[in-house]
């Protein structure tokens, strides 16, 4: 039996070698189907994890306010934003002071910049630095750990205290290996003394966080003089219980704030984690569907490329077949023949279609800075995928091979 399957091996390959051409361009046809399945899911996995790992740190019980939800309003056949108006100071101002809910913290906080420029003693980084300003509630309302040093007091932010927290990267570009905390840094010619070292975090489509410093919000402000700066407030219950409530209060604070009528929408966004995740499961389901669906559709049509080209080779073929039935051979001998040679020209497109779909995908991970890891499940989807090809291609083929009858098989010209 194993010599057998080893002859029938051997024949399948020479046969391929002889029709090398066709065989290559069903191999190719083949692996732009399980291509686009493997690099499409290979993708969508690493930016669902880094986009999970990154709300990870998020508890359950915060919720943001923001200037936008997460919905997208929809107008007739297209979809239509509406402008919100920016979440000034004033808001800022007026939220913290009659946001009175128990066990509730208010956290506040501004980016003033992504190009910074921030010097020490004898260094200084390139103009690519985050900047931003931040309330003595931000860390631990967004899950920030400080792994050295500490956060802002309430005497640091109400005393506009020149002190600042760094991202991790900021340590090797600015002091390379020296304790940062109690070093003196300069930002547009302010000085600020280094009182804590934040946790790594990673960059997120090329977006270096760990490369970011944070000031308190009011030496923020009176440094960066934009206008109609958007300011982002998080609030964090301590009783998870209480989180509905908590945010009903929000919502209704907020609105008053705004000076809304009761009959007019909301013009801001209040999120919390689980819809932040929700979000990214529906676009992964829906890059997922676009995935499969563009895979089956090029996988159909390299099937019928496939059974083509063996029934083809099946005709070509005739008097081999029949000499070989002459000699003994049985049908089931010359069925499987055909068969394996269908198996080894869908597994030679599988091999190639699984390489070039982890290369996308990890092309697509270097190019958004984010972690890449092999696709086993989208691999092994892609090798159920081939098998199904074979089976679907080669039976026809190997059926109508094995059928042929010797005599007119030897008068075959």
Do not use: C
Request: net charge neutral.
């Amino acid at each position: 039996m194993i010599g057998l399957f080893k002859e029938n091996l051997s024949i399948a390959q020479q046969n391929i070698k002889g029709q090398l051409l066709r065989t290559i361009l069903t191999v190719f046809i083949i692996a732009i189907g399980i291509t686009a399945l493997v690099g499409i899911l290979s993708a969508v996995n690493a930016l669902e994890r880094t986009l999970s790992d990154g709300f990870s740190d998020i508890g359950t019980n915060t919720f943001s306010i923001q200037r936008y939800s997460l919905g997208i309003r929809r107008s007739g056949g297209g979809e239509v934003r509406k402008i919100n108006p920016v979440i000034g100071y004033s808001d800022v101002r007026a939220f913290e002071g009659d946001y009175d809910f128990p066990t509730a913290q208010v956290g506040v906080s501004f980016q003033a910049t992504s190009q910074a420029e921030v010097k020490s003693e004898d260094r200084k980084t390139k103009p690519k630095v985050i900047v931003s300003g931040v309330n003595e509630h931000f860390i631990d309302n967004s899950g920030t750990k400080i792994v050295d040093g500490r956060g802002f007091s309430a005497s640091d932010i109400e005393n506009n205290s020149r002190v600042a927290l760094l991202g991790s990267d900021m340590e090797d570009a600015l002091f390379q290996g020296l304790n940062p905390i109690g070093q003196t840094i300069s930002i547009r010619g302010n000085k600020f003394t280094v009182i804590g070292l934040l946790e790594e975090k990673g960059s997120t489509f090329g977006n270096n966080v760990d490369l970011r410093v944070l000031i308190p919000l009011n030496v923020a402000r009176s440094i960066y003089t934009l206008p109609n700066i958007n300011y982002d407030i998080s609030v964090k219950v301590n009783d998870q219980q209480l989180m509905d409530a908590a945010r009903d209060k929000a919502t209704l604070l907020m609105r008053s704030i705004r000076g809304l009528t009761p009959l007019e929408e909301d013009n801001f966004g209040i999120v919390q984690r689980d819809e932040l995740m929700s979000s990214v499961d529906e676009i992964s389901v829906a890059l997922n569907a676009a995935a499969i669906i563009i895979s089956v559709i090029t996988i159909f049509g390299s099937s019928i490329a496939l059974m083509n080209i063996m029934l083809v080779s099946v005709t070509e073929r005739t008097r081999e077949i029949g000499v070989r039935k002459a000699l003994g051979a049985k049908r089931s001998t010359i069925s499987w023949q055909f068969f394996i040679e269908t198996l080894l020209v869908s597994q030679y497109g599988s091999i190639v279609g699984i390489i070039l779909g982890m290369l996308i995908g990890w092309g697509v991970s270097a190019g958004f800075e984010i972690p890449f890891q092999i696709p086993w499940t989208a691999i092994i989807w892609a090798i159920i995928i081939s098998i199904v090809i074979t089976i679907f291609s080669g039976i026809i083929p190997a059926i109508k091979a094995s059928r042929l009858d010797p005599i007119e098989a030897l008068r075959y010209e």
